[in-house]
């Protein structure tokens, strides 16, 4: 009846019915298992894009049967099917993951809220990966957006709202600059679709307007994708929301950020613009550095788990943008592959940092002394998944951090090699500060009496924990996939 | 204000042209300006009137917060649902000339349900901030 080459657009569409449908039902329990259902229906849905996209190549579906100009185009190559694939697999294990943790983080009567805005979320991120217009771009932006924040508003804690409304206010500065972006590009080549804006931008590519359309989309992406220093909303963002919405934003939100970078720079202005007549390379190299060093210090003097993770975050965005700054294949393909290995890994440590809010009822360090001896399949997942984080062989973090050193030699620049090494041994650092808690200090009276996590919160956890040490022993598949992704940007304009 | 004699009469004439004033606007869209959006605010602004003059318990009463919530979730469905119906008649996704034999005539039919969507969902949530705000105001004053 409704055949596959419609998965494109059924991908947004699915989730986003399901959202004024859990409205419509009301009850938690329905809104979970159709959130769920949305979330499975949206990973396999990425698989058989990926495979199509593979098989076929560019794939096209015009919304509406308007043709491509004209009409809203969603256009899906190795790049964005990549995301998408991440983006499925985070949803569908944080989703059902969601049940046990927002019993307990979010107030009871706003549970089918919290399941209709991640289905919200959900679609909005799938949106801005699959679109071809730039326009309908920022518009799934403002869905993923609004639904994250009012997501991070619902938790228990009172500072959430204060958190969420910091991100309100400068989420919205950044889809401002990048409107302003988009309507300079307009201005320019009177169209709005992606491939098209890159065909007819040709003799006034180097105009001012069009240079000025590229620094707003770029410091308005840069404030979605919190590379530092517009990073500020991320910590305190990531620290209160509920620790389902910290997993999925963590592993996906500012990934889907720098995709969309991604897609500015190389299909729509080009390498030249970008990286020979405008210095972007540069500086997106200066601020990764920083990013990677200064975050994971600041990672290190957080006194919350949570805000520690988010820091580190901060800082593993740097090894990402890094990876962009070279426009290199070897780069790129570095940046793409961290963008999906740090997503993993860093959804899974999230994941756990909420099973110990589930027992704890918080992620302070000082309340975990001794934490490992009665929770000792998180702590021990908190140390693989940290492991990650620092680049160990074995673990996916390895893979990629290893591919940005090889593009950095491959640049001349055995500096930025050593750079990348030494923020790594700031990682071990702050991981240590976790490990040296749980497991070296006398486990107080609150830490001695909680028992294991359930495993419907550390099931799913694990899947994620374990793809990320799959993918570090066996890159082949991502490693594959993430170069198809670059060959794909690397290709200019579609 | 539900003392003043001459606002409750006017208030009560006034109401029902306001409400005919949203359909025309709605259902006028085609040819002039107006449509979804515009007749929605209109349509919440003539409830939100009555609420001034006859009180928020009253229209409460009159459209439940349920009913709202409903309408909120019911537009979008409206509206997504034609984009699935252009999907079963074989087209694409919002695909309106599958919707009639005569493709023009199914484009006329495909924005007028997603109008309808529009005006439920645009006057239901205005209708759902003037609730929150009017609501807020008074439980404080309570305590």
């Known amino acids: ?494 | 204000m539900r003392n003043y004699l001459v606002l409750r009469v006017a208030a009560k004439i006034v109401v029902p042209f306001m409400l005919l004033f949203a359909l025309y606007v709605q259902f006028h869209g085609d040819f002039g300006p107006g449509g979804g959006f515009q007749a929605g605010v209109i349509l919440a602004a003539a409830f939100v009137f009555f609420a001034l003059i006859f009180g928020l318990p009253t229209t409460r009463r009159l459209v439940p917060d349920r009913l709202v919530e409903t309408g909120i979730a019911a537009g979008v469905l409206v509206y997504a649902g034609v984009g699935f119906i252009g999907l079963l008649l074989g087209g694409n996704y919002l695909d309106y000339f599958v919707l009639d034999r005569d493709p023009a005539h199914g484009q006329h039919r495909g924005i007028f349900w997603v109008e309808v969507g529009v005006c439920l969902t645009v006057s239901s949530v205005m209708l759902k901030i003037f609730y929150m705000f009017a609501g807020r105001r008074r439980r404080e004053d309570d305590a």
């Open chain 1, 1 to 494: 009846m409704i055949d596959s080459a419609h998965l494109p657009v059924l991908q947004v569409v699915v989730p986003l019915v399901c959202a004024p449908l859990i409205v419509l039902v009301r009850g938690s329990r329905a809104g979970w298992a159709i959130a769920v259902a949305a979330s499975v229906f949206f990973l396999g849905a990425s698989i058989a894009i990926l495979m199509e996209v593979q098989r076929a190549g560019v794939i096209s579906y015009a919304i509406g049967s308007w043709p491509a100009p004209w009409g809203i185009e969603y256009r899906i190559d190795a790049a964005n099917a990549f995301m998408l694939v991440l983006l499925g697999f985070v949803a569908a294990v944080v989703a059902p993951y969601a049940w046990a943790s927002v019993r307990v983080e979010v107030p009871r009567e706003n549970h089918y809220l919290f399941y209709a805005l991640y289905c919200l979320a959900l679609a909005g991120l799938g949106g801005i990966t699959v679109t071809g217009d730039a326009f309908n771009l920022f518009v799934f932006l403002e869905i993923s957006s609004l639904a994250s924040y009012v997501l991070i508003a619902l938790d228990r804690d009172r500072r959430a709202l204060l958190a969420a409304y910091q991100y309100l206010i400068l989420g919205t500065i950044g889809a401002t600059f990048i409107v302003i972006g988009v309507g300079l590009l307009y201005l320019m080549t009177g169209t709005l679709n992606l491939a098209d804006i890159a065909t007819r931008l040709g003799d006034v590519r180097q105009s001012r307007p069009v240079l000025a359309a590229l620094a707003f989309l770029t410091v308005g992406i840069s404030l979605k994708a919190a590379l530092f220093p517009l990073h500020m909303w991320l910590p305190g963002a990531y620290a209160h929301a509920p620790s389902a919405v910290s997993a999925l934003l963590a592993a996906t939100a500012t990934k889907v950020s720098v995709y969309v970078l991604l897609r500015f720079y190389f299909s729509v202005f080009g390498t030249t613009t970008v990286f020979t007549a405008m210095p972007m390379g540069d500086v997106l190299l200066a601020l990764s550095i920083v990013a990677m060093i200064v975050a994971s210090i600041a990672a290190f003097f957080q006194s919350d788990l949570k805000r520690l993770l988010a820091y580190s975050s901060v800082a593993q965005i740097g090894y990402i943008t890094l990876g962009v700054s070279f426009a290199s294949a070897t780069g790129l393909t570095g940046g793409i592959v961290h963008l999906f290995n740090h997503g993993v890994t860093k959804g899974a440590l999230f994941m756990l940092a909420g099973t110990i809010v589930f027992r704890l009822g918080s992620t302070r360090l000082d309340r975990m002394a001794g934490l490992a001896r009665s929770m000792p399949i998180t702590c021990a997942g908190i140390v693989v998944g940290g492991l990650g984080l620092i680049g160990v062989p074995g673990t996916a973090g390895f893979v990629s951090k290893w591919y940005l050193v090889l593009a950095a030699i491959e640049a001349g620049a055995w500096g930025i090699a050593f750079v990348v090494v030494a923020s790594s041994m700031i990682a071990v650092a702050y991981v240590w500060r976790f490990v040296e808690v749980a497991y070296f200090r006398a486990p107080s009276d609150e830490t001695s009496r909680l028992k294991e996590g359930p495993a419907a919160l550390l099931v799913p956890a694990g899947i994620l924990l374990a793809a990320s040490v799959y993918f570090g022993l066996v890159p082949s598949l991502t490693l594959g996939a993430a170069s198809g992704a670059a060959e794909a940007l690397l290709a200019g304009p579609r």
